[in-house]
Structure formats: C-alpha cells, structure tokens
C-alpha cells in the first residue's frame, strides 16, 4: 500500500505560479512511477503529466507541456508539479498517482494507477 497526500493548492491569478507536492508513505516511493491527474467541475479526470521511477522519464499532456514541469526526490518521498504561467483553464482539483511499474502503459490512461491521493484544489482568476 501507498498512502498520497497532495498539498500546494490555491487561488492564483492567470499568469502566476504554484507548486504542488504529493508525500508519499508506506511501501517504497522509488520504486514506483508518479503522475498527476486534474478534475475541472463538471469534466472527466484527465492526465497532467508523469515521471518514471529513475528519472529518465517525463510525458506531459499538450495543454501543460511547456508551462508545468513534474520532478520527484526520492530521498524525501515526495513528487512535485511546478505550475506556471496559469491560466483559467487549469482550474481543477489535483491528484497525485502512483503505479508500480516505470512507466505505466498507457500513461495517460488513470485506470493504470494503483493508488491515488485526496487532491488538491487549484484556482485560476483571470
């Protein structure tokens, strides 16, 4: 079992910056590969963006590419989604995820992660 437990949400004006951070606990947070996932009101989960367990690997959805960057530090179990340039659009709450394989198949598909955090609300005011 993992537990996740997203923190770093808030309200935010359009062009301004966040850092999420999902802390990871119980079985061995290295081993596993981390996402992030947002659910805007009234729309489907979607796919943020995802890092392997060994940091070779990073995939983003076309809507954050370039404005979000995903990192993780193993040594303090936690996965981080650093948000600028927001826009209203990226209104959402946010989920940490995590599977336990190095890169799960389809990434972008949330039915490949095993364990998923409480989320995170995130705000953008334009």
């Known amino acids: 079992q993992v537990q996740l437990l997203e923190s770093g949400g808030g309200s935010v004006q359009a062009g301004g910056s966040l850092r999420l951070s999902c802390t990871a606990s119980?079985?061995?947070?290295?081993?596993?590969?981390m996402g992030w996932f947002r659910q805007a009101s009234g729309k489907e989960r979607e796919f943020v963006a995802v890092?392997?367990?060994?940091?070779?690997?990073?995939y983003y959805s076309d809507s954050v590419k370039g404005r979000f960057t995903i990192s993780r530090d193993n040594a303090k179990n936690t996965l981080y989604l650093q948000m600028s340039s927001l826009k209203p659009e990226d209104t959402a709450v946010y989920y940490c995820?995590?599977?336990?394989?190095?890169?799960?198949?389809?990434?972008?598909?949330?039915?490949?992660?095993?364990?998923w955090g409480q989320g995170t609300q995130v705000t953008v005011s334009s």
């Open positions: 890092i392997s367990w060994d940091f070779k690997w990073s």
């Open positions: 119980g079985r061995t947070f290295s081993r596993y590969a």
């Open positions: 995820a995590a599977d336990d394989s190095l890169v799960p198949s389809p990434y972008s598909d949330s039915a490949q992660y095993d364990y």
